[in-house]
């Protein structure tokens, strides 16, 4: 990034409470870290990854955002009350949480269902979905009679679920067939109409294109909750080992 310009780039990284060193400031030291390897002297969005302790940790991104090393702050995979308190804590020290990053796809709506989503509507927080392609099975590539090829994590976590996913996968097919669209444009449509701004996985240049079109495509109410239905009728679990039930 050094040929531009520093204010026509968005830099966001993340402090993860786990991997906190001993010392006497855990949040500065790794910042400073990340500020040396990004060759920068400010990021734009810092998150606290994890959920660890709120208590403990969100206070400590207040005086990084007075400093200026820090423009705004997110959490990520925080449950409901979780994100009310760093929102409470932040707030009372001067600074807005400006996003929260979760888990949320057709397949796992946890940050709907609790209200989390309409919260941050209503406070005016940006929320950023992962997984939006759930590792790709909602890429429209593979199904029972495609699965994942391979002994590695994805082909053992996901090849069961499959069978299951047949009515979603073959209506994801007609809508994509009908917008003139990718079918993975279908599952990324339906989150940006949820009103959040999905953070998609690049690796070809196509990939953006893609995108562009999921953005300028609009679902029908109905096709919203025909999708949602069939979602719910397969009733599989895309809930990684490492995320926090988000109904606790």
């Not at 204010?7 to 400031?25: I, M, N, Q, R, W």
């Not at 500065?28 to 403990?56: F, P, Q």
């Not at 790709?136 to 994942?148: S, Y």
Request: proline share 4%; glycine share 6%.
């Amino acid at each position: 990034m050094k040929p531009y310009d520093r204010k026509d780039y968005f830099l966001s990284t993340k402090f993860t409470p786990v991997f906190a060193d001993s010392g006497d400031d855990p949040v500065r030291d790794m910042l400073a870290g990340s500020l040396k390897r990004l060759h920068t002297d400010y990021i734009d969005l810092y998150w606290i990854h994890n959920s660890d302790d709120v208590e403990k940790w969100t206070p400590e991104l207040i005086p990084l955002v007075k400093k200026g090393l820090v423009k705004h702050v997110g959490v990520s995979n925080h449950n409901l009350a979780q994100v009310k308190r760093a929102n409470e804590i932040l707030n009372a020290g001067g600074v807005e949480l400006a996003a929260v990053q979760n888990h949320y796809s057709l397949l796992y709506r946890q940050s709907e269902t609790t209200g989390l989503l309409d919260y941050c509507h209503q406070n005016g927080i940006t929320f950023f979905p992962y997984m939006v392609l759930e590792q790709g099975i909602l890429a429209g590539k593979h199904d029972a009679a495609h699965p994942f090829e391979g002994e590695n994590d994805r082909a053992r976590r996901y090849n069961p679920m499959l069978p299951q996913l047949n009515e979603l996968l073959a209506k994801m097919i007609e809508l994509a067939a009908q917008h003139h669209v990718a079918v993975a444009d279908i599952a990324t449509a339906w989150v940006i109409q949820k009103g959040t701004t999905p953070i998609i996985g690049v690796t070809k240049q196509h990939y953006i294109a893609d995108t562009k079109h999921a953005i300028s495509l609009t679902l029908t109410s109905a096709e919203m909750k025909a999708l949602e239905s069939l979602a719910d009728q397969a009733n599989v679990d895309t809930r990684a080992v490492w995320e926090q039930n988000m109904n606790q």
